[in-house]
């Protein structure tokens, strides 16, 4: 069994201000090596399901999150950004068995966490697809499922893992903390961790399949800028158009190519 592993750092448990995501900051270390701990015990879970490849994307800020040697030796860590389509997901393909999210938080504009964004939260105020909000846990989750790849797992924030449900009711989720305005109310640390690893080995033993997630036949993309400037110069892009002067519109019928988009949208 082969499993693919996307983390990021603002839905792991005790994360709550921005300084503890930038790995410059000296009060980031300590969230790294929660972060390291909770991938890890996703891989432990999938080892222990019968997994015998695990491939993790560091998929944070500059990607030189994970602490390498806190992983099992059986895996492999994608770190920094190959700067393709994929983002978040590079390295995932069609011969993956299933995939696992961890670290995942609400999207832009949710209030389930005070770091509640999508993508490049700088420069976009909210992401749609399909006239629906999206987080990363909804694109990167249509990414898993153009490559036939079905999502088992995402921890996270509260609100994030009830709209995982809403995606696919089959999705085993451990919610690690809940947003309260600019606070985190989150769960012991070392429970988190032994959840994570509980719930991921019960995710893969079961029929896989059963957590394919359907991709829309056709897509509707909206970006809303914080600057005009952007939403000006991403309309030049093939096939996009101003909504507004903040606001950008792009349709296709292959997701690929909305990755493509969201790609060069900054």
């Known amino acids: 069994m082969k499993v693919f592993i996307s983390a990021d750092i603002e839905g792991t448990c005790g994360i709550v201000d921005v300084d503890e995501t930038n790995i410059n900051s000296q009060f980031c270390m300590y969230h790294r090596i929660?972060?390291?701990?909770?991938?890890?015990?996703a891989c432990?879970?999938?080892?222990?399901?019968?997994?015998?490849?695990?491939?993790?994307?560091?998929?944070?800020?500059?990607?030189?999150?994970?602490?390498?040697?806190?992983?099992p030796e059986n895996t492999h860590l994608m770190r920094g950004w190959p700067n393709?389509?994929?983002?978040?997901?590079?390295?995932?393909n069609s011969n993956f068995d299933a995939c696992i999210f961890i670290g995942y938080h609400s999207g832009a504009t949710k209030d389930g966490n005070p770091l509640s964004h999508?993508?490049?939260?700088?420069?976009?105020?909210?992401?749609?697809?399909?006239?629906?909000?999206?987080?990363?846990?909804?694109?990167?989750?249509?990414t898993a499922s153009y490559y036939n790849v079905p999502v088992?797992?995402?921890?996270?924030?509260?609100?994030?893992?009830?709209?995982?449900?809403?995606?696919n009711p089959n999705i085993?989720?451990?919610?690690?903390s809940e947003g309260v305005g600019s606070a985190s109310i989150s769960i012991h640390p070392e429970v988190a961790i032994k959840e994570i690893l509980l719930k991921v080995k019960e995710a893969l033993s079961t029929d896989l399949s059963k957590y394919l997630i359907k991709l829309p036949e056709s897509f509707k993309l909206e970006i809303r800028y914080k600057n005009h400037k952007d939403a000006y110069k991403a309309s030049f892009y093939p096939g996009v158009a101003l909504k507004d002067t903040q606001t950008i519109l792009f349709e296709s019928n292959d997701y690929f190519e909305v990755l493509r988009m969201i790609l060069f949208s900054i």
């Open 34 to 41: 929660q972060m390291t701990k909770e991938v890890s015990a």
């Open 44 to 71: 432990k879970g999938a080892t222990a399901a019968g997994c015998n490849h695990i491939l993790i994307k560091d998929a944070h800020a500059s990607a030189r999150n994970i602490i390498p040697d806190m992983l």
């Open 84 to 92: 393709d389509p994929l983002s978040m997901m590079s390295g995932l």
């Open 118 to 142: 999508t993508k490049n939260g700088r420069a976009y105020d909210y992401i749609k697809i399909n006239d629906e909000l999206a987080s990363e846990f909804v694109i990167n989750s249509y």
């Open 152 to 167: 088992v797992f995402m921890s996270g924030d509260k609100l994030l893992c009830e709209e995982a449900k809403s995606l």
């Open 172 to 176: 085993y989720t451990v919610s690690v």
